[in-house]
């Protein structure tokens, strides 16, 4: 709280939005038994305090969390956060990139595939973004999105 109170006064006319922490994923390293139970209270607190200053949440923890316990039940070693359980991967950071974009109104653009495997292809790039190439084990989570 102090920390926001300083951004206001530092800058009056900032929108503060608040960023409900990525998971722990203690499924995955086995280690650190009850963290993601903390880091879940974390962001619980971090929504709270958004909610209660009357400001906006993007919640980082429940998305990624629940898509990592769909998947881990078809594939256990399936996480978005990375070996360490902490530091989203490739398809970990589309989603949360997905949640920021989403949570400004801001549309995702279709994805795009590109299959070279008959041949040279050439093409015109329109959109005014950087492509996010996913590599094939994350791809259904960046379909999903």
Not at 40 to 63: H, I, S, Y
């Amino acid at each position: 709280m102090r920390l926001a109170r300083k951004l206001e006064a530092s800058c009056p006319s900032a929108r503060l939005i608040w960023l409900a922490a990525t998971p722990y994923d203690e499924a995955v390293t086995g280690k650190h038994p009850g963290a993601g139970a903390g880091v879940e209270a974390c962001a619980r607190e971090t929504k709270r305090l958004a909610e209660c200053r009357g400001e906006a949440c993007v919640d980082m923890n429940e998305p990624l969390s629940e898509l990592n316990r769909r998947h881990q039940k078809v594939k256990p070693s399936f996480t978005l956060c990375g070996p360490d359980g902490v530091h989203p991967r490739e398809a970990g950071g589309l989603v949360i990139a997905a949640q920021l974009l989403a949570a400004q109104g801001v549309r995702s653009p279709d994805p795009v595939v590109l299959d070279a495997s008959g041949g040279a292809r050439t093409f015109t790039v329109v959109e005014k973004s950087l492509p996010c190439p996913i590599e094939p084990p994350e791809r259904p989570i960046a379909e999903e999105i």
